[in-house]
């Protein structure tokens, strides 16, 4: 797998780590009776969902990418069959 091809999959899984920190992040801190979402990290609310969205973005960013290249592998080898086949 060349090095362009690795773009996709790797913003992915960084992608769904980053998200699954965030999420992980919300839910032990929630744990102190919703007083400060943040308090026990120093993080607002509002920053752990930023980071939760962050890796949603990477995530479907990878997730365009892969089957952008699939997409255009299986039209290229449409073409090369209609080609052959004339």
Do not use: C
């Amino acid at each position: 797998m060349s090095q362009a091809q690795a773009v996709g999959p790797i913003l992915r899984i960084l992608g769904l780590a980053i998200e699954l920190l965030g999420v992980t992040i919300l839910m032990l801190s929630g744990r102190n009776d919703a007083a400060d979402v943040g308090s026990r990290f120093g993080i607002t609310s509002n920053q752990i969902w930023g980071t939760v969205i962050v890796g949603f973005a990477l995530w479907a960013t990878g997730t365009a990418l892969i089957f952008a290249r699939k997409g255009r592998a299986q039209r290229k080898d449409a073409a090369d069959l209609d080609r052959d086949a004339s």
